[in-house]
């Protein structure tokens, strides 16, 4: 609460109310409370309340409650702040990913921002229409390959019932981010922008219920600065765990194509859950391997038929996870010039 005037202020009222996923209010108590603030002053209130047997949040069931917080103070119009928010648990049992109690498996898609004419400036629209095709072809999980998705993509994963791996923006981070050893830092000039960035995605993306994984960073040399990184994250939100986009084996075991039987063969042991969170790579529709698409549009045809045998073993076992294919959509723009 921020009293942004030069007088102190007093009688100030803060309330906050709880709807169920039917917009019914739900009789709660210690979420109300009254305060007085001095010239310009800043105040932080930590409220909290039990809600008994609420529902739960999963991919199958998307239930969305809503918090509604409203300021009043004498003289001043009252403010509100509206915020949807989902119950659901995140615990790993042995090498077992678990939602509520219960195992999962993710079968979902690495997905950009992207649209053929507005680049990575996507719309609403273009983002809820994204995870409504999601749906709609029986996928229940989204990795934000390589950065915090526009936040549409996680309104309407919300709602809509999508599991997310939502990915820190670190890229292909080489050795001035991390040594190949954990013990050793890197370039510490980098540790403040590391730690800003990491904080960022927490604090914008942790009251979405669709939000199953962190991911720290994709394809990087782990260590020093991205180790830095996860120890943020956990910090600040330990209800979930961490992945490192096959980077390093965290609190998941993350890896990218290929997604084959010796990959299954190399993962049997781990002693973690492993999600092959960028896989079962198609022929992509973007750069030079779109001319080749153009000349032969068959190229995708029979893409699946080799998928079987490691998608059947990914199957049989809770200690594997699931597995995004690479990609959601061509990554392809019409800019002015090219191709």
């Known amino acids: 609460v921020a009293n942004e005037q030069s007088k102190p202020v007093s009688s100030v009222q803060l309330g906050v109310s709880l709807l169920d996923p039917a917009g019914r209010e739900i009789s709660v108590s210690g979420l109300n409370t009254n305060l007085s603030l001095d010239a310009w002053q800043t105040h932080s209130i930590k409220l909290a309340a039990k809600v008994p047997s609420p529902e739960k949040w ?134 403040p922008l590391a730690v800003q960035l990491a904080s960022e995605l927490v604090e914008r993306d942790r009251n979405h219920p669709s939000v199953s994984i962190w991911s720290v960073c994709n394809e990087s040399v782990y260590g020093g600065n991205l180790d830095l990184v996860r120890s943020t994250i956990k910090q600040s939100d330990p209800s979930r765990p961490e992945s490192a986009g096959q980077s390093a084996n965290l609190d998941i075991a993350t890896y990218h194509n290929p997604t084959s039987m010796q990959r299954i063969k190399d993962t049997a042991d781990l002693q973690m859950p492993v999600l092959f969170d960028e896989g079962f790579c198609i022929f992509q529709g973007f750069g030079a391997q779109a001319q080749g698409l153009e000349i032969d549009p068959g190229l995708r045809d029979y893409w699946v038929t080799v998928h079987f045998e490691p998608l059947q073993a990914i199957l049989r076992d809770d200690h594997y996870l699931g597995a995004m294919i690479w990609a959601w959509a061509d990554d392809a723009f019409l800019v002015p010039g090219r191709g």
């Open 58 to 191: 999963s991919a199958e069931s998307p239930a969305i409650y809503t918090l509604k917080a409203r300021l009043t103070a004498p003289g001043q119009p009252p403010s509100c702040v509206e915020q949807p928010f989902g119950f659901k648990q995140v615990k790993i049992v042995g090498r077992t990913y678990t939602i509520n109690g219960q195992p999962v498996k993710f079968w979902g898609a690495c997905r950009h921002d992207a649209e053929p004419l507005a680049g990575r400036a996507i719309s609403k629209e273009t983002a809820w229409r994204d995870i409504e095709l999601m749906k709609g072809a029986n996928l229940n999980a989204m990795r934000t390959s390589h950065y915090p998705p526009n936040p549409e993509a996680l309104n309407a994963a919300d709602h809509l019932g999508i599991y997310v791996e939502d990915e820190a923006p670190f890229c292909w981070a080489n050795q001035g981010w991390a040594n190949r050893t954990r013990n050793v830092v890197g370039d510490l000039r980098l540790a």
